[in-house]
């Protein structure tokens, strides 16, 4: 079957399987590999994006019921070559190891810092949930998204691409707010 | 105007640093082994059995490839023909890459399929007909050494039991006779259940056999890209120059990425087959059914004291359960990994530990989940073990333990079992926790609460880690000593890359081992460049597991780098016109002694060595240096941890309130990164303790197969951790450094466990404490979580 749908902004048209699960499709067919597979189950939370605008669990949404509907992936949380302060609040606080379920924690705090910009400790913990780390023990995810909510804006230029020097990115740890 | 002095953004060597790598995973960018897609690829996909212990009687795959998307259908017969049927085990063992003759675990590998994308090679999976003739399951580990138990391991000749092996440590006469001096002794039967590292990505991989140049290029899930290269050349007969393992980032390990998994063999056999790459990435299901899991250890300890709290003695013995092949992956004179460290953190007369190994209808593995070869067992052995006798002499259990630890002038300290401590301040770190958590001030509102019907828990545990494996004269991995190469290159303008055996999983050695060059050299982390994980790129080593890496791979690049130093100053001394006697180093740059001014900067130094200045008779130009380091000693880093709880007594929910951690593992190359280490094994102890275990009921059905069933903490369960620091060098390493990647998860269980039992006065029962097991516990008949469930 054929589908559409628009995908960080932009329309997209698929050929799919009618059992095509949305993680797939994205991953596979789109190669925004930034959407990880983890359980099959809803359970692991690596593989949440948005769909109109609400965090959902890839991996048990078909590709088919995501047709005419807006998806966002963390592919679009960078915008104009400026982190989302929610990305800069994940390396700032050391809110990563593995990096694997990064993407999906970076969604759901998207989606709550949008709808409570100054979420408590309570708040943050509750959203995430539903999704696990296995490297973290959480503590700094939650500081990852505190940060963010302290900084709304990121000065413009400050994270460099991935291919150049990436410690750019680590020459901004002289702005850290205190840890512990 | 007041101006507040700030740390550097970028220290030049050691120092707290945003990770270098972070920059590509928070943009979605990382590169795990399945994003990789090829062209023309193939998708593979494992049919696994249904049931534990049967014996195949017939498998028809013709429908299977009649499927019009299938091109390839493998089975152990097939592999038979080409001798891969079996590959050998880490541990002398041998497993089966597909079943040829019986089932011995549920979940076990029996039949491949390739096809053109991963839904088709599922669909054809439930094509494939297996006929099956049941046979007893053995799961109980008792069981399986009761006189007629089913015999699981009939491929081995002669074999009519399920027995792997005894093992022992220590002396057995002195301990002996220390318990039958003893004043006291207490006995206590307790489990460490098994458990899963579930890291969040899979295991898979991507084989890529070019048939013009008979390479393969295997990207995988690998903790140990060189390792695996070997054992690929040995059990394949591939060449091992035609062989490179690629290690891209990996989404957590754990452990559990340290063997060779047959997925692993069957995807290349698909590349081989079939001409094309195949890709084979498993589900969650079949990584918790089939993959190295953890512990599984039924231990019987016993502890020697006298009246007044001084412990004399250990005396252990332990059902070791393997599952259906001794796989795990330990260095190969330690049948039972490192548990011999039993003795812990404390300074006894003797002691004695055995240990036996048994096959059941499981999964095969048991080192794994960042245990250190096993020192989990030992740590929470020996800390289960001091609280039950500090219950018996109703002493409390900080004061026991500070009276029984070794004390700082008794280091280096060789323990009963003949492991050499090579640094501690024991007592500093205890004190350090106490005061932090505010233990006297706990102690007084338990008391309170107490009174008032509620019941609040404080737990504490110590431990000692033994890691960085190892000296080669002791320890080897299927004949492959345990050093690590590092190379370090310094280029023309003064950048620099250094080259490592070991791979990251998550623990920002693209930034850490940046940082150790930086130390040395004086070049900024920002400036070099870290390359790891591809062995065509890379020196021999054995990889990243036991915490191995800073102490192994660590001072090999220190060393090289120091090596890096010696030639620049020779170099120097070229440029300058001095004798390289006369020139003393500040970071980054030779200077001439007595006179500041005139030296001559790293960046200086390595354009001439590679222009054309005049070099001293025997220097060569360039500069670069490489070492394969051997280790002489293990490090052992240690900790002291405190955890509250708070248990309704209501319903058996335990709440973990706090939960504090000092830890000592020397000189931190980045506080950053040892902290989130240590939150994360903090978080580990909080999910074994409380939620995770690995039941089989009693036709040996796995009980955990998905994460709805097998449960890991979540933001919920863990608490804001308060960790403190003490810093003892480690007098052997280069630097002083002591792993830590595995500390929190080897001592954190005894300390929730410690707190659950002090909240609800029982003294012993076992992990993990589910709100059930809580319930159950206060009512006096726990559950047995090393039983199959009814």
Known sequence: MQVTMTVNGRPVHGEIEPRMLLVHFVRDQLGLTGTHWGCDTSNCGTCVLWMDGEPVKSCTVLAAMAHGHEIRTVEDLERDGELDPVQQGFVEQHGLQCGFCTPGMMMTARWLLDHNPHPSEAEIREAISGQICRCTGYANIVRAIQWAAEHPRVEPAAVPEPAAAAGQAAERSGEEVGVR | ?790
């Not at chain 2, 994360?680 to 074994?688: E, N, Y």
Request: hydrophobic share 40%; charged share 20%.
């Open chain 2, 1 to 790: 105007m007041t101006t507040v002095e700030e740390a550097p953004a970028v220290p030049m060597g050691f120092g707290r640093m945003t990770r270098k790598e972070d920059a590509r995973f928070v943009r979605g960018r990382g590169n795990y082994v399945d994003d990789i897609v090829l062209p023309g690829m193939l998708h593979g996909a494992v049919l696994r059995a249904s049931l534990p212990h049967a014996r195949i009687t017939r498998i028809d795959t013709s429908a299977a490839e009649a499927h019009p998307k299938v091109r390839a259908v493998i089975t152990g017969s097939m592999l038979e023909g080409l001798n891969l049927a079996w590959m050998p085990s880490l541990s002398h063992d041998v497993v089966p890459v597909l079943a040829t003759d019986k089932v011995r675990f549920q979940g076990q590998e029996v039949a491949f399929v390739v096809a053109d994308d991963r839904y088709a090679a599922r669909d054809a999976l439930e094509l494939i007909e297996v006929d099956y003739e049941p046979l007893p399951p053995v799961i109980d580990a008792r069981q399986a050494m009761a006189p007629g138990a089913p015999v699981i391991r009939d491929d081995i000749d002669g074999k009519s039991d399920n027995h792997i092996f005894d093992w022992e440590a220590g002396d057995r006469a002195s301990t002996d006779a220390a318990f039958a001096a003893a004043e006291v002794v207490v006995a206590q039967d307790m489990v460490y259940p098994r458990v899963h590292p579930a890291p969040m990505e899979t295991c898979g991989a991507v084989a890529d056999m070019d048939k013009v140049s008979g390479k393969l290029t295997m990207w995988s899930t690998t903790q140990a890209p060189h390792a695996h290269r070997t054992l690929y050349a040995l059990v394949a007969g591939l060449p091992e120059h035609k062989i490179r393992v690629v290690s891209p980032d990996i989404g957590g390990g754990f452990g559990n990425k340290v063997g060779i998994y047959p997925g692993y063999v069957l995807a290349i056999v698909g590349s081989i087959v079939t001409g094309k790459p195949v890709k084979w990435m498993e589900d969650r299901s079949e990584n918790l059914m089939s993959t190295s899991f953890a512990r599984d250890y039924h231990m019987h300890g016993e502890i020697a004291a006298t009246a007044d709290g001084k412990i004399t003695a250990l005396r252990v013995k332990v059902l070791a359960d393997h599952g259906a092949f001794n796989n795990t992956a330990q260095p190969t004179k330690f049948p039972a990994g490192f548990f011999h460290i039993f003795t812990g953190s404390y300074d006894l007369q003797a002691a004695h530990c055995e240990v036996s190994g048994v096959y059941t209808n499981k999964a095969p593995g048991g080192v794994a989940y960042a245990c250190s070869f096993r020192v989990t067992e030992a740590v929470y052995l020996v800390e289960r073990m001091v609280d039950c006798l500090a219950d018996e002499l109703g002493m409390d259990p900080a004061e026991l333990r500070m009276r029984n630890l070794l004390r700082p002038e008794q280091f280096p300290y060789t323990c009963k079992t003949g492991w050499v401590y090579d640094s501690g301040d024991y007592p500093r770190a205890l004190r350090l926790a106490m005061d932090i958590a505010g233990y006297e001030e706990l102690r007084r509102e338990q008391a309170e609460r107490r009174q008032r019907g509620e019941l609040m828990g404080i737990g504490l545990s110590f431990f000692t880690e033994t890691v960085g494996a190892g000296p080669r004269k002791h320890m080897d991995i299927l004949g492959l000593g345990m050093a690590d190469g590092a190379e370090v290159r310094v280029h023309p303008t003064g950048k620099a890359v250094v080259r490592l055996s070991v791979q990251t999983q998550g623990q920002g050695h693209e930034t850490t081992f940046a940082q150790i060059v930086a130390e040395q050299l004086g070049i900024s982390p920002q400036d070099i460049d870290v390359v790891h994980g591809d062995t065509d790129n890379t020196p021999f080593g054995l990889g990243t597991y036991g915490s191995r890496s800073t102490p192994v791979s660590g001072a090999a690049v220190a060393v090289a780098a120091q090596r890096v130093r010696d030639k620049a100053r020779i170099v120097a001394s070229a440029m300058l016109e001095v004798a390289p006697e006369d020139l003393e180093w500040e970071k980054g740059r030779w200077f001439v002694r007595g006179d500041p001014s005139v030296g001559a900067a790293i960046g200086e130094i390595a354009m001439a060595a590679h222009g054309s200045l005049e070099l001293p008779e025997g220097v060569e130009g360039h500069l670069d240096a490489e070492c394969v380091y051997d280790p002489p000693n293990l490090t052992y880093p240690f900790g002291a941890y405190i955890c509250v709880v708070d248990v309704d007594p209501g319903t058996g929910q335990v709440k973990v309130r706090r939960f504090v951690a000092v830890d000592d593992c020397g000189p931190r190359i980045n506080p950053m990164i040892v902290e989130g280490q240590v939150h994360g094994g903090l978080a580990d102890g909080v999910g074994m303790a409380l939620m995770e275990v690995m039941a089989f009921d009693t036709e040996g059905n796995h009980l955990g197969g998905s994460f709805m069933d097998y449960l890991v903490p979540t933001s919920l369960e863990c608490p804001m951790f308060e960790l403190g620091e003490t810093v003892t060098p480690s007098p052997h390493h280069p630097l002083g450094l002591k792993g830590v990647g595995e500390s929190a998860t080897v001592g954190s269980p005894p300390a929730v466990v410690n707190a659950v039992l002090d909240a609800i006065g029982v003294r012993h029962a076992d992990m993990p404490f589910t709100p059930a097991q809580v319930w159950r516990s206060m009512q006096g008949r726990p559950l047995r979580t090393d039983l199959a469930v009814e």
